[in-house]
């Protein structure tokens, strides 16, 4: 069983920033990709973020140049810098890992982190 949680979330005005924190743990022998995703009230959840085991990352256009992804493959651990936030940001954001145990693959999602950008 791998377990996700996440950390960060919070309010914040528009124009600045949030760090979310995602740690894996678990009989984890191997992570592959790493995604952030968000879902807005009323919305479909939606691709925010992405990262490679080779640190390949993709983001989604309305991210793009304000938010960077990063991993701690020591920590087991996904990372979403969030600059210069906008209140279309606002959503729950939820982590999402692919990978190998020993004996299996695994896909683990995140319970979700609310982020809240208001005036």
């Known amino acids: 069983q791998v377990q996700l949680v996440e950390s960060g979330g919070g309010l914040v005005q528009p124009g600045g920033s949030l760090r979310l924190s995602c740690a894996a743990s678990?009989?984890?022998?191997?992570?592959?990709?790493m995604y952030w995703y968000r879902q807005a009230p009323g919305k479909q959840r939606e691709l925010v973020a992405s990262i490679t085991s080779r640190d390949r990352t993709n983001y989604a256009e309305s991210v793009n140049g304000r938010f960077t992804i990063s991993r701690d493959n020591a920590k087991n651990t996904v990372y979403l810098q969030m600059n210069s936030l906008k209140p279309e940001d606002t959503a729950v954001y939820y982590c999402?890992?692919?990978?190998?145990?020993?004996?299996?693959?695994?896909?683990?999602w995140g319970q979700g982190t609310q982020v809240t950008v208001s005036s």
């Open positions: 678990g009989n984890i022998f191997s992570i592959n990709g």
């Open positions: 999402k890992i692919e990978g190998r145990t020993w004996s299996r693959s695994f896909t683990s």
